[in-house]
């Protein structure tokens, strides 16, 4: 009987490592569902129907055509192909035309996940990210794309591919954008689609691109919205490519983007204010239109596999003298791949310092090290310090041999308790 009840402990352990081995896996996010659905998905948006979503997967496909003026006519099709896994967006057009004279884009079709500060829109989402979340509480989330821009006509047709991520100061937005909130838009292709506002500064990101990881550079343009609006942002990518395989690292983005805020801006934001902000949603998706109208528009975007990762969180520690000295400090820690060896260091500097050191090993290993310091004078004077070390897991290849593992551990006792008898 006593060895009956060891068999027995010794099976629940094996299954408490096999539950921690499926958790573990379950850290790569799937938004773009080759790994939750086997069923086609399709949306189709025009002048009588611009708001249209479709559930896909811990997404929804929504047209969002909210500038598509009268007269315009034709469609948006937002499409997924289960059986080969990739998503397509196309614009197919007669005539186009704004509604409102001062923007460009008739609107935003995309892969939308998590809240509308809208409301209305409500996406199933995965429990390991549940938006809206406070940045302080966020772990490392990187965005991979690998998209093509297929073909478009004509030539003076305006759009981009680009990620779009909003913040707000509060948990439920439901009434659309206020003051003070944040629409920043990450750019992957942009076509006669230029940033607004003003260049405040460079940023150097360690980017995937296409297998390999470079030091992008990122122009950081800010249109701020003061009082009447909210305040929007654009990554602008050094390097403007039509199709390629690109991953980000939006968390640390974000810890970039709040001291460029801080040294513009150091009446309307401060880096521990920004850190409490909400992330309400994050979009894979396509501005298009055009300043007056066009005639004959199409427009063919491919995508061939979209997800987040999430990594290790990033835990900023927070100290206050009693002086106007405030030191916020984030670490996160990740590893990836690598065959050769190779050290990085970039620093560029405007009014505030950014440092990114980038060492990859053969022992799989990639370590990137930000470290930000922002002084303001403003009848105050703040230092900002934050430090961010990014090591991505591989977690495919160590989360297959432990099922293995696993599984052989599980062979063997039944063995064992099959000889006994």
């Known amino acids: 009987m006593r060895t009956i009840s060891r068999w027995i402990i010794l099976l629940a352990t094996v299954m408490v490592i096999a539950s921690l081995l499926v958790t573990y896996a379950q850290q790569v996010v799937s938004l773009v569902p080759a790994f939750n659905t086997t069923s086609n998905v399709i949306v ?90 406070q940045v302080i509480s966020l772990p490392g989330i990187w965005a991979y794309v690998n998209y093509s821009v297929v073909n478009f006509t004509p030539s003076s047709l305006q759009f981009d591919l680009s990620l779009q991520v909003w913040l707000g100061a509060t948990p439920n937005e439901t009434s659309g954008p206020q003051p003070g909130d944040l629409e920043i838009i990450i750019y992957y292709y942009t076509h006669n689609m230029a940033p607004g506002g003003s260049q405040v500064g460079t940023i150097t990101v360690p980017t995937f691109v296409n297998g390999s990881i470079v030091n992008e550079n990122w122009q ?38 709040f001291n460029i805020l801080t040294t513009n801006w150091p009446l309307q934001w401060n880096f521990t204010g920004l850190l409490n902000f909400y992330v309400y949603n994050i979009q894979l998706g396509n501005d298009f239109g055009t300043s007056t109208q066009l005639s004959n528009v199409f427009e063919n975007i491919t995508i061939y596999r ?116």
């Open 306 to 421: 979209y997800y987040l990762e999430l990594t290790k969180p990033i835990i900023p520690v927070v100290t206050t003298t009693s002086t106007t000295t405030t030191t916020t400090t984030a670490y996160v820690t990740t590893t990836v791949t690598s065959t050769t060896t190779t050290t990085i260091t970039s620093t560029t500097t405007s009014v505030s310092t950014t440092t990114v050191t980038s060492p990859v090993t053969s022992t799989t290993t990639l370590t990137t090290t930000s470290l930000l310091t922002t002084t303001s004078t403003a009848t105050l004077t703040s230092t900002l310090t934050s430090t961010l070390t990014v090591t991505k897991e591989v977690i495919g290849t160590s989360v297959i041999i432990g099922i293995v593992v696993i599984l052989i551990i599980i062979a063997v006792i039944a063995l064992l308790l099959v000889r006994r008898k």
């Open 220 to 257: 950081v343009w800010v249109y701020y919205g003061g009082s009447s609006m909210w305040t929007i942002v654009w990554f602008v990518p050094s390097i403007n490519q039509p199709s390629g395989y690109v991953g980000l690292n939006i968390t640390g983005m974000l810890y970039d983007l």
């Open 44 to 133: 189709v948006g025009n002048t009588s129907s611009q708001y249209v979503s479709a559930p896909l997967g811990y997404a929804l496909f929504f047209t969002n055509l909210w500038d598509m003026g009268s007269g315009t006519a034709g469609k948006t099709i937002l499409m997924y192909n289960a059986a080969e896994g990739t998503a397509y967006f196309i614009q197919n057009y007669t005539f186009i035309k704004p509604t409102y004279s001062y923007d460009v884009t008739l609107g935003y079709p995309a892969i939308f996940y998590g809240h509308s500060q809208w409301g209305g829109l409500y996406p199933k989402m995965s429990p390991l990210l549940m938006l809206p979340a």
